[in-house]
């Protein structure tokens, strides 16, 4: 198998599309996250004990919902990305990358939909006073959470970047490129231990969605430039004359 076997396809039409895809991604992720930052504390709120994660978020009940929407869209994104960047280079890695990359989009939705969809009566039932909401709140963190938004998001999101970075592997960029994409894999894989509270994991794993965000960035970039139409060469003297006798 070699390089020119596995030649890109890259239209200009496709181009734009997939690099919106992949800016889109990345601008919406980082803004949310961000934002959630600042309103609810995210994601360090979520180690304090379970009554004031929702006191807290009744507090600011509509801006931390609607941020954890825009992060849920941000995430569902990578699904037709996976797709279209799917369809660069027909390559083995490829053709696992695109599936690995729409699981990824899905675990990461459902994690990041309980907020919008269950926490609300959560914290409404909390306030009147019912245990049973902080247990089921505590539950569907840990299932709903950890066990299927963050471990299998963090699996899956570095399975399909590694199976990318393979497929394009010197055909849309240099060494940097990979060596870009598999070092913010690698960190954010590093994530399946956070539930073991393992020292330095998190901020490995906060390292590498920023390098993650940036190698999609580069990704668009690249991938515009590379789409970009060549400016015509002139022709030499025989081409000319050859023309001419047409």
Do not use: C
């Not at 913010?184 to 794993?205: K, M, R, T």
Request: aromatic content about 8%; charged content about 15%.
């Amino acid at each position: 198998m070699t390089r020119t076997r596995f030649r890109l396809a890259v239209s200009r039409k496709s181009a734009r599309w997939t690099a919106g895809l992949l800016v889109a991604g990345a601008v919406l992720a980082n803004l949310a996250f961000a934002m959630l930052g600042s309103v609810f504390d995210y994601p360090d709120v979520l180690r304090r004990p379970t009554e004031e994660i929702l006191a807290l978020y009744r507090e600011n009940q509509g801006p931390v919902t609607l941020w954890f929407a825009v992060l849920a869209v941000s995430a569902g994104l990578l699904a037709p990305l996976a797709v279209a960047v799917g369809r660069l280079v027909q390559h083995p890695a490829m053709r696992i990358a695109v599936p690995v990359g729409i699981a990824a989009a899905a675990v990461q939705v459902i994690g990041l939909s309980r907020w919008f969809l269950l926490v609300p009566g959560y914290a409404s039932d909390a306030a009147a006073g019912s245990e049973d909401a902080l247990a089921r709140f505590a539950t569907a963190h840990q299932v709903l959470g950890v066990a299927i938004g963050e471990t299998l998001g963090y699996l899956l999101t570095a399975g399909w970047t590694l199976g990318v970075v393979v497929a394009l592997h010197r055909r849309l960029a240099g060494d940097w490129f990979s060596a870009l994409g598999a070092a913010s894999a690698a960190a954010i894989l590093s994530g399946v231990l956070s539930p073991l509270e393992v020292p330095g994991v998190d901020a490995v794993n906060f390292a590498g969605y920023v390098g993650w965000s940036a190698w999609l960035v580069a990704f668009a970039a690249v991938l515009l430039a590379r789409a970009r139409p060549r400016v015509a060469e002139p022709l030499v003297a025989w081409q000319r004359q050859a023309v001419s006798r047409r």
